[in-house]
């Protein structure tokens, strides 16, 4: 199974939004979220069938990020 990555850059306030959407389209297979300097600061496995329980952790992980960051990247691996 070969993979894609796209990367989008996006402000702290657009983080959350973006990450949701994301998870949404169901053929992601990773998220990872980086910093200015490209510093990874949360790299998190999506899966189909994942719930929002699991997801609770990782959305708070993405909402500090958000809070505290000007600008994000967000690097997206989907099943190609």
């Given amino acids: 199974m070969s ?3 796209e990367e989008f850059k996006v402000n702290g306030e657009d983080l959350m939004n ?3 959407q ?3 389209e169901g053929n992601v ?3 990872i ?3 200015k300097d490209g510093k ?3 790299e998190m496995p999506v899966t189909i069938g994942v719930v929002g329980a699991v997801l609770a952790p990782f959305f708070a992980a993405v909402g500090t990020i958000a809070a505290l ?3 994000c990247t967000i690097v997206v691996v989907r099943e190609a």
């Fill in 22 to 24: 994301l998870v949404r």
């Fill in 29 to 31: 297979r990773r998220i």
């Fill in 3 to 5: 993979e894609q990555q």
């Fill in 69 to 71: 960051a000007t600008e």
């Fill in 33 to 35: 979220i980086k910093n």
């Fill in 18 to 20: 973006k990450v949701k």
């Fill in 40 to 42: 990874t600061l949360v």
